[in-house]
Every structure is written in C-alpha cells, then in structure tokens.
C-alpha cells in the first residue's frame, strides 16, 4: 500500500501546482472531470436551493392522488446538453413552463458558489432555451488566445471573453465604435491588436493620430493615409467624405434594378457590388478624439466644427461606402462641444476600458447599459487591458485584450505592407516612409610610417 499511497500524493501534490501556477493545464487535467461529477450530482438539490424549480402540474398531482403515491418533487430545468470546454462547461437547459431567462442570469452568482466554479454567465439562445456557461478559472488573468479561431472579411478576433468564448469585431455587424479609457488602461494595446488583425486582410487603414503620431505612426507601412494634428485630419477627412460620395455613384450607376434582376442581386451597399468593381473598404483609426474637438481661437474653432461635422457624416453615411470608424478617447462627453453627441449616437460598438470617474462610463454605456457603467467603474488599476464591451442591444461583457507590443505589431504590419491599397483620393495622405541609408564606416586613424 506504500507505493498506491505515495502515488496518490504525487497526484495531489501535482494538481495543486497545476491549479496554482497553470490553471487552464489544470482544468484540462483535473478540473474538468471533478467539475462534471459537482454539477450532474448537485444538479438537482441546486436548483431547488436557488429557487429554480416549478411546482408539479395538475395532472401529476392528480395522478399521484389517484394511484395513492407521494407527491412529486418540484422540477429543475431539463438539462439539453452538458459540454465541457478549453475554459470551463457550457449548460444547455430547457426551461419549464413558467420560468424565464432572466431568472436564471439574477441566479449565476449562486450557482457559481454551489457548482464550484469560477464564473456563470448565461444568454438565451431562443424561446425556453437558455446556455450557461461555467468558467473553472480566470480566463482573464493571463489571456490565451485558442489556436483556431474564426477570420473572416471584415471580422477579427480582439480579445477573450470572461466566459472563454473569443470576442470578434465585426465592422459588417457594428460599423462604427467607440473605445474609452484612462491614461495607462490598455486603449493602445487594444488598438494595436486591432491594427495587426486587419493587417492581413484586404482593407484601406487610414488613421488619426494628433499626439504627432506616436500610436499609428510606428504602423505606418500597412496605412494608406495619416494624420498627425487637427489641420491634416481635417483634410483627411474632406477627402474621405469625397471618396464617400464617389462611392454612392459607383453603386447608384451599378444597382441594376430591372424587372429581371432578383432581389438579392440589386446593390445596396458596396457588399453587394461585382468584385471586379468593389471599392477597398476603410476602416478609419481616430486616437484621442478630444484632440479634433478642442479649440483655443476663432479659427480653430472653424476648423473643428468642420472636423466633427465630417466624422458625423461618415459615422451616417459611411456604412454602405464601405468606410468605418475606430474612435477612441480619455473622454466623449457633451463638454467637447456641439454635434459630439449626436457622433456618439452613432457608434452603436462601445467599448469601455477603466476609467477615473463614473461620468466617462456613463459616456459609453449610460444610453445603452446602464448595467455596464457599475462593471466598468470597478475595473482595477493593476490589469491594464481589462475592458467591458457593449452595444445597443444591452448586452455587455468583460474582456481582455491580449498583451502585443509596439515592435510586434510594427512586425506584422511590415510582414503585410504589401497589402496596403494606393486610394487616389487619399494619395496626398500617404505617410512618408523613412528610407534605410548606409551608415559610413568610422575613420581609422593609422599611424604614420616610418622614417
């Protein structure tokens, strides 16, 4: 019995080191199959203690009381499926008559404590049937992207979920986004991680960077246009809206709307174009938006009202041009003045890193999620990337962009500059890339010959 005794504290010893210093290789060991035994036997009991069951119908107590058996127990939601995941389980469950989605998401702090787990999220994926999914770790601690994950035009992973699943954005789904957070917050990062997703793929970068561009500038080899001060983006930004208005002129003179043509086919939007004559899409970057909207004199004040009244126009009208927008700031609030609000109506994307004070959350989810303002106020100070994401659906979760580094993402870039799309209207934007000269040989001094 020594050596079963011995192996088996081998095994403890090696599930606490695993749990302590790898969790995800924990859970893939140990964790998922204890997790699996904790919830199939607590099931039932669980969801009777979080008020998670309906009483037996009529006709059951009838029948009990006809047959002269006991009265039946209360039910729980009938389990679907139970799957587990690389982060945690994934419940399908069935709800009885009577019970509501809404009952088991105010239940998920409890089943986190009665399961064990580190997380409990839940959705409703239609009418009676709702997932919810278990996290047996922080995912968030040390972010892993999974190997594979789903690229697509226009779609490209930017961070993981709370729950584990990966979070995509999509610019076909929500054109236009807002990123806010605090100096320190993780706004570069996320930007870079989106900057070095869409480097691979068959998209214009044009970017706004009027801290005398030390974000985007670095990138500059997959942008076909930047800007480094308010003077530049404003011409930019005339420029893009003449590319919008061409673009409206390509599909007005394309739509083919005969009686032969099928619906499907009449072109709405650049999307729906030949792809011999599809235009390049745009996404356009704006760092530091407060940057575009203050103003010290009358001139200046004339420049940035033409400034946001452009990004206003394209935040409206961009979508079926094929142009969208990035736009992130410290603060986007009604005190950078006239027509910003009506630009933040726009960005239907929010993304809110941490932020000083109440106010700057209100900014993003205030109009939205007023459930997210109160998850973004207590984002700490020590993990920098850590970020809740929404959008006008209500919906929000937490995230976390995983760490890349400027001379990773400047790799990436230059690894696909061959990518980056000469736009005519926009040649006059071009960065100037600084070319590699030979640097002399330091002169040698030798020592005078002999006499």
């Given amino acids: ?79 679907l499926r139970l799957r587990p995941t690389r982060t945690g389980l994934a419940l399908r469950l069935k709800l009885r008559p009577g019970q509501d989605a809404f009952d088991i998401s105010a239940a998920s702090d409890r089943l986190r404590h009665s399961f064990g787990m580190y997380g409990v999220t839940s959705r409703e994926l239609r009418s009676g049937v709702v997932e919810v999914r278990m996290t047996g770790y922080d995912v968030l601690r040390q972010v892993q992207m999974p190997a594979k994950v789903d690229r697509s035009p226009m779609r490209v992973p930017v961070a993981l979920r709370e729950d584990g699943a990966v979070h995509y954005r999509d610019y076909r789904e929500m054109p236009h986004g807002l990123t806010v957070g605090a100096t320190k917050s993780g706004k570069s990062v996320y930007q870079r991680n989106l900057v070095a997703e869409l480097a691979s793929q068959d998209v214009a970068l044009v970017g706004i960077d009027c801290k005398q561009g030390v974000e985007l500038f670095p990138l500059a080899r997959r942008f076909s246009a930047l800007a480094d001060n308010p003077e530049s983006a404003a011409a930019l930004l005339d420029a893009l809206v003449s590319r919008m208005e061409g673009v409206y002129q390509l599909i007005r003179a394309e739509q083919r709307i005969t ?17 011999d004559l599809r235009p390049t899409p745009i996404v356009l970057l704006v760092d530091e938006v407060a940057e575009l909207a203050l103003f010290a004199t009358k001139d200046e004040e004339k420049r940035r009202d033409r400034i946001i009244t452009a990004l206003a126009r394209l935040a409206q009208l961009g979508r079926a041009a094929g142009i969208y927008m990035e736009i992130c700031g410290q603060r986007f609030g009604s005190e950078l003045g006239k027509g910003i609000t009506m630009l933040r109506a726009q960005l239907t994307g929010r993304t809110a890193h941490r932020v000083n004070d109440e106010s700057s959350a209100n900014m993003a989810f205030g109009d939205i999620a007023p459930d997210a303002v109160l ?48 736009l005519p209207e926009l040649a006059a934007f071009r960065p100037m890339l600084p ?9 040698v001094e030798t020592a005078p010959a002999a006499a």
Avoid: K
């Fill in 1 to 79: 019995m020594s050596w079963l005794t011995a192996l088996l504290v081998l095994v403890v010893v090696t599930a606490a080191l695993l749990r302590w210093r790898r969790p995800a290789w924990y859970w893939m060991t140990f964790g998922v199959t204890l997790a699996v035994l904790r919830v199939t036997v607590r099931y039932a009991s669980v969801m009777d203690a979080c008020g998670l069951t309906v009483p037996p119908s009529r006709w059951r107590l009838t029948l009990a009381r006809v047959t002269n058996r006991p009265v039946p127990n209360s039910r729980p939601p009938r389990i």
């Fill in 259 to 275: 009686a032969d043509v099928p619906d499907a086919e009449i072109a709405a939007d650049i999307w729906d174009l030949p792809d």
């Fill in 375 to 422: 998850a973004a106020i207590q984002i700490p100070t020590g993990m920098p990337g850590l970020a809740v994401s929404g959008d006008s659906s209500a919906g929000w979760a937490r995230i976390r962009t995983p760490h890349i580094t400027l001379r990773q993402a400047v790799n990436t870039c230059n690894r696909h500059a061959d990518r980056t799309p000469d």
């Fill in 435 to 443: 070319h590699l000269t030979a640097v002399p040989a330091p002169a």
